[in-house]
């Protein structure tokens, strides 16, 4: 199975910050590599696709990069509704999502 | 408009058996792959099931981490998908979520249904 590692679990930054979150796979996963926001009480919500592309109706400032086992999702200018819990997901082989990064605000 | 709406949790006996229902509107269920995903109280998110669609003779794959323990099946006739989870445990207490897979993308997503499992 592969592995999906988030880091930080627990991100606090202010309004208008550049903000990055990482997710290391625990092998090559080809940029097969998606990214969900979850906000409280609510279901996930597909934010990037195939590592970089950006699913439609998500505002420009979500961003995404990487290749082999790195990756990161980019907030370029914080805004109050970006609070949520993110999460990565690959599917080079089969489905697993990280456990998550807290984004709050500071 | 894209609608998924889970429906058929609620509280379950340890070792016991709930079906899960989820109807679809707005897109072609036919053309797609159905998934489930469920998510432990202040966890993450783990697949649980798939149905492909007739193009793919409604092919199913399970987490093996469930494998045995689930089924998942489909009517295309009401564009819904169920899911039968059996042998209940404690550690299955979850929401549980029907997505549709888009493209090799979770794209859309159901509210969730809340299985608890507790004596």
């Known amino acids: 199975d592969i592995q999906m590692t988030q880091s930080p679990s627990l991100l606090s930054a202010s309004v208008g910050d550049r903000v990055t979150l990482s997710c290391k796979a625990s092998?090559?996963?080809?940029?097969?590599l998606n990214w969900y926001q979850q906000k409280l009480g609510e279901a996930p919500k597909l934010l990037i696709y195939?590592?970089?592309s950006l699913q439609t109706g998500i505002p420009s400032r979500f961003s995404g990069s990487g290749s082999g086992t790195d990756y990161t999702l980019t907030i370029s200018s914080l805004q109050p509704e970006d609070v949520a819990t993110y999460f990565c997901?690959?599917?080079?082989?089969?489905?697993?999502f990280g456990a998550g990064t807290k984004l709050e605000l500071k | 408009e894209v609608q998924i709406l889970e429906t058929g949790g609620g509280l379950v006996k340890p070792g016991g058996s709930l079906r899960l229902s989820c109807a679809t509107s707005?897109?072609?269920?036919?053309?797609?792959?159905m998934n489930w995903v469920r998510q432990a109280p202040g966890k993450g998110l783990e697949w649980v099931a798939q149905?492909?669609?007739?193009?793919?003779?409604?092919?199913?794959y399970y987490a093996e981490s469930l494998e045995g323990r689930v089924t998942i099946s489909r009517d295309d006739s009401k564009s819904s998908v169920y899911l039968q989870v059996s042998s209940l445990r404690a550690e299955d207490t979850a929401i549980y979520y029907c997505?549709?897979?888009?493209?090799?993308?979770?794209?859309?997503w159901g509210q969730g249904v809340m299985v608890t499992v507790s004596s």
């Open positions: 997505t549709r897979l888009g493209n090799n993308r979770f794209d859309y």
């Open positions: 707005g897109f072609n269920f036919n053309d797609y792959f």
């Open positions: 149905i492909r669609n007739k193009n793919y003779n409604y092919a199913t």
């Open positions: 092998q090559n996963i080809y940029k097969y």
């Open positions: 195939y590592t970089n």
């Open positions: 997901q690959q599917y080079n082989s089969w489905y697993t």
